[in-house]
């Protein structure tokens, strides 16, 4: 049973415009959520995040929207950059009342690619 | 780059053989995962340790064994590997109680034949 899911495994968006990547999550104790990012050969490295008790969280061309009600956050990265092409993982976390020890559950991530 | 390390970066083994991987860290963090990501699967989490000695399993354990003897090692063994064991195994620190921000290694590509 998946509890964070990313229904869209790539998406291809032209330089410049913008990228929006869509999660959805069935637990209602996740009250912590993350984008993380993959390069080939890598490890995922941390994007952004929000809590629960906020909507959205702004990081520069990076903003994540959160919808509690519809358990669904999603990541909008305008302008799109050649270099924003990786894999983009959701991620959540439920911090407070699960203690939090646990770590993180993923989605399958989405493959991002940003065409010249 | 938090100081991560996993070794080894690369291994091909057996079906039946044991394997350990390893991930060391210079951070001093309290809180240390195993997670081995796969195609159409995304990153599952394998081991988890809030402590030396103290350790705890996570989603897909089942095959994998841990030990935390130092704060800044955190050992995977697989005690008979399986082709469905064939991987790529990522080491991530947190200094918080799984608060977010986990900070991943460079992975280990595990190949079972």
Redesign the interface.
Known sequence: DQQVKQNSPSLSVQEGRISILNCDYTNSMFDYFLWYKKYPAEGPTFLISISSIKDKNEDGRFTVFLNKSAKHLSLHIVPSQPGDSAVYFCAASAGRSGGGADGLTFGKGTHLIIQP | DAG?TQSPRHKVTETGTPVTLRCHQTENHR?M?W?RQDP??????IH?S?GVKDT?K?EVSDGYSVSRSKTEDFLLTLESATSSQTSVY?C?I?E????????????TQLSVL
């Open positions: 991560i809180y995962y997670y159409g699967h995304g990153l599952r989490l988890y809030y705890d996570g990522f991530a947190s918080g109680q799984g608060r977010g921000k986990l900070f991943f290694g460079s992975g």
